[in-house]
């Protein structure tokens, strides 16, 4: 039964769960068998060694033989140290035999009646050389002649025969079960394989089916959707129109953000000219450089995310600039115009209030739509209503910045940095840019304040307050953060520029020093610690985490360093 249709789906489970069991098991059984194979490979090689240790000892006690023989053939003291020497080690070969086959009973048995023959076949040879020392040389070998030791060893060889052949039968028993291990072995594994591969390919093939089917019920879905949605929109285009502009005055001078403010022209500009894309601009405090803080439509010209003031006609001249049917075809450089296209007209809205460039609306739209004066003059009245709002909104941020600075140090208090953090992260996001926060301690400051008083304490940290102020650019953000913490945010800051501008602060309040009651105290020293966005996250609060543990780390590592999250 396929396994894609509704009746089948509760047995997806159960087939996934015995496919996973097998593979499980062929896992378990292979381990097991490599584990089984290592130890029939250990007991081979064991096997070897016996054999090979048998050999040792009947070529040991042939050398003994040897050297015996050629003392009493040549009667030179030199042959006779060779016998002497030779006579250990084969008794050495013999005991080693012996630890060999401790693992086996019956071979252990034989291994010591064979050091036996050896001991004594040895002992029959140290007989005829002492009867060569004592009765000499022709002595000696008429007894060899006469066969003295010749059974003991006819009796060593057949004992070492009979090890070896012992030990081979040992040696093909274990060859076979391991032959029939691995036998067993391959059958279970491809079993184990080809089973849940079976398995997994009928549920992948079920998934498949049914995954077809829902993307196209989805399609028709949207498609349904988007039908309804054209209908409505049609219905109800003019009726929202006029709703709109009415309301957008009125909530326009409730916002409370420029960002805000922005959002709601988007918004308002899609409502009410739908078949328009643009952009809402801001000018920054320096006047160098625009950036965009809202977007609206699809942009039928391509506009810059950053651009310069002298780079539109609008704000070079303080009045709308338009381009299309009737009003020839002079973009601004911002505009990426293809050549020869000509079936877009456009409009750049300049945002002014009181003589002063605040901003500038950018839309454009195809030729096609109709009603260009309407929507032109339209635009200019939404522009005219942002403009206003946007002076009273830095009016109101600059009245709420006044009342966010810490009094002792000048610094923006903790309050400020709450609020102005996460809008810097939302900036550097939209730009694609990094955005570092550097969490400063001063170290041992309890201990400056329980020698010097609370007012040297103070005064110190104004003096780092000061110093904070001054190794930092208009646009970043140096605040008090609590106590002897400090937090520093700068936006546009990666990581290693992050640290270097650690070290400078750091440097630069270990040089610190306060005048307090005719006294010169400090310097201190100051642990910092660093978190970057994106890399420790895109949210205020684990930026700070991330920037607190890494300024623990710093004391935790001895104090005054830089340490980066």
């Not at 096997?47 to 030179?76: C, F, H, K, M, P």
């Not at 977007?295 to 002298?310: K, V």
Request: charged share 25%; hydrophobic share 40%; with cysteine.
């Amino acid at each position: 039964m396929p396994l894609a249709t509704p009746r089948s789906r509760p047995l997806r489970f159960a087939a996934f769960m015995v496919a996973a069991v097998l593979l499980v098991a062929v896992g378990v059984a292979t381990v097991w068998g490599i584990r089984g194979f290592a130890r029939g490979a250990e007991w081979v090689e064991h096997s070897y060694q016996v054999i090979a240790g048998i050999g040792g000892v009947e070529n040991a006690v042939r050398t003994v033989e040897s050297t015996a023989r050629g003392y009493r053939l040549t009667d030179r003291p030199e042959q006779q140290a060779e016998y002497l020497a030779a006579v250990p080690v084969a008794l050495t070969q013999a005991g080693a035999l012996e630890s060999l086959t401790r693992d086996n009973p019956a071979q252990l048995q034989r291994a010591q009646a064979l050091r036996a023959s050896v001991e004594a076949r040895l002992a029959e040879l140290d007989a005829l050389v002492e009867l060569q020392n004592t009765q000499g040389a022709e002595q000696a070998r008429l007894s060899s002649m006469a066969g003295i030791g010749q059974g003991e060893s006819t009796r060593l060889a057949s004992l070492a025969s009979t090890m070896r052949a012992a030990e081979r039968a040992l040696l093909d028993a274990r060859r076979s079960d391991t032959l029939l291990r691995a036998n067993l072995l391959i059958g279970f594994v491809v079993l184990g394989i080809v089973m849940p591969l079976a398995l997994l390919g009928l549920l992948l093939s079920g998934l498949l089916q049914e995954t077809r089917r829902s993307r196209s019920l989805e399609r028709e879905a949207r498609q349904a959707m988007r039908e309804l949605e054209a209908s409505v929109v049609l219905r109800d285009r003019l009726s929202e129109q006029r709703r709109s502009l009415g309301v957008y005055a009125g909530l326009l001078q409730s916002c409370q953000n420029l960002d805000e403010a922005m959002a709601m022209t988007a918004n308002v500009i899609a409502e009410l000219l739908p078949h328009t894309g643009g952009r809402c601009y801001t000018l920054r405090a320096s006047q160098n450089l625009a950036e965009t803080t809202a977007r609206f439509g699809a942009e039928q010209i391509p506009s810059e995310e950053l651009l310069q003031p002298d780079h539109c006609w609008a704000l070079r001249r303080g009045q709308p600039h338009r381009t299309g049917r009737g009003h020839g075809h002079v973009y601004c450089r911002h505009l990426s115009v293809e050549p020869g296209q000509s079936d877009t007209w456009t409009v750049c809205v300049p945002l002014m209030a009181q003589g002063t460039s605040l901003g500038l609306l950018h839309v454009a739209a195809p030729e096609a739509s109709e009603g260009h004066d309407g929507d032109v003059a339209l635009l200019e009245a939404v522009g005219e209503q942002l403009s206003l709002a946007m002076v009273n909104l830095q009016l109101r941020e600059t009245l709420r910045v006044q009342s966010l600075r810490d009094p002792l140090t000048g610094l923006f208090n903790r309050r400020y940095l709450e609020e102005n953090l996460n809008r810097e992260i939302q900036r550097c996001e939209r730009r694609g840019l990094p955005l570092s926060v550097l969490m400063v301690d001063v170290d041992h400051f309890k201990r400056f304040n329980d020698e010097h008083g609370h007012a040297a304490g103070d005064a110190l940290l104004a003096k780092i307050g000061q110093t904070l102020e001054q190794l930092t650019r208009d646009e970043d953000i140096a605040c008090r953060y609590g106590g002897e913490e400090f937090t520093v945010v700068l936006p546009e800051t990666d990581g290693d520029s992050a640290r270097r501008r650690a070290e400078e602060i750091r440097s630069a309040i270990g040089a610190t020093t306060v005048n307090h009651l005719r006294k010169t105290l400090g310097p201190n020293t100051a642990s910092i610690g660093i978190a970057t966005f994106p890399n420790a996250g895109d949210a205020p609060s684990r930026l700070l985490e991330v920037a607190d543990a890494a300024l623990y780390r710093a004391k935790a590592q001895g104090r005054d360093r830089v340490v980066s999250g």
